[in-house]
C-alpha cells in the first residue's frame, strides 16, 4: 500500500484477519449490518470495518475522507428472519427467527459483558 493511499480495511472472516480494501477515487464503500446478515443467511457478511489514516509523503494527515454512519433498523416488534430466496437445500437457514427488539437486548448484554 502506498503512503498516501487513505486505506479501508475490513475484517476478512474467511481468512481470520483485515484486509485492505481496494477503491478507486470516489469510490463509496458500504459496510452491512447484522440484520442484512441474517435476513441474507450469511450471504452478506457483516464485517468488522476499520480504517487506517491516510498520510501524504511529508506524513501530513491527507483530507478528503469522509465517513457517515447511516443506521436502520426494524420496529421493535419485527421478527427478522431469513429470506426465503436465501435459503436452499445446500445452504439451510443458519438463524432462527427473533423479534428485534430481543435481539438488541441480547446483542448489547454480549457487547457490554466485557
Same mark, same amino acid.
Given at each position: 500500500?502506498?503512503?498516501?493511499?487513505?486505506?479501508?480495511?475490513?475484517?476478512?472472516?474467511?481468512?481470520?484477519?483485515?484486509?485492505?480494501?481496494?477503491?478507486?477515487?470516489? /469510490?463509496?464503500?458500504?459496510? =452491512?449490518?447484522?440484520?442484512? $446478515?441474517?435476513? #441474507?443467511? *450469511?450471504?452478506?457478511?457483516?464485517?468488522? @470495518?476499520?480504517?487506517?489514516?491516510g498520510?501524504?509523503?511529508?506524513?501530513?494527515?491527507?483530507?478528503?475522507?469522509?465517513?457517515?454512519?447511516?443506521?436502520?433498523?426494524? /420496529?421493535?416488534?419485527?421478527? =427478522?428472519?431469513?429470506?426465503? $430466496?436465501?435459503? #436452499?437445500? *445446500?445452504?439451510?437457514?443458519?438463524?432462527? @427467527?427473533?423479534?428485534?427488539?430481543?435481539?438488541?437486548?441480547?446483542a448489547?448484554?454480549?457487547?457490554?459483558?466485557?
Amino acid at each position: 500500500m502506498l503512503q498516501d493511499e487513505l486505506a479501508e480495511e475490513a475484517h476478512n472472516p474467511d481468512l481470520g484477519q483485515v484486509v485492505h480494501a481496494d477503491t478507486d477515487e470516489g /469510490a463509496l464503500v458500504l459496510s =452491512v449490518g447484522h440484520v442484512l $446478515q441474517r435476513f #441474507t443467511n *450469511d450471504y452478506f457478511i457483516s464485517p468488522r @470495518p476499520r480504517s487506517a489514516v491516510g498520510r501524504s509523503a511529508d506524513n501530513a494527515v491527507r483530507s478528503g475522507r469522509y465517513s457517515v454512519v447511516f443506521s436502520v433498523a426494524p /420496529a421493535p416488534s419485527h421478527v =427478522v428472519t431469513t429470506f426465503p $430466496q436465501f435459503i #436452499t437445500w *445446500d445452504r439451510p437457514a443458519r438463524y432462527g @427467527p427473533v423479534l428485534w427488539e430481543d435481539y438488541q437486548l441480547a446483542a448489547g448484554r454480549k457487547m457490554y459483558a466485557r
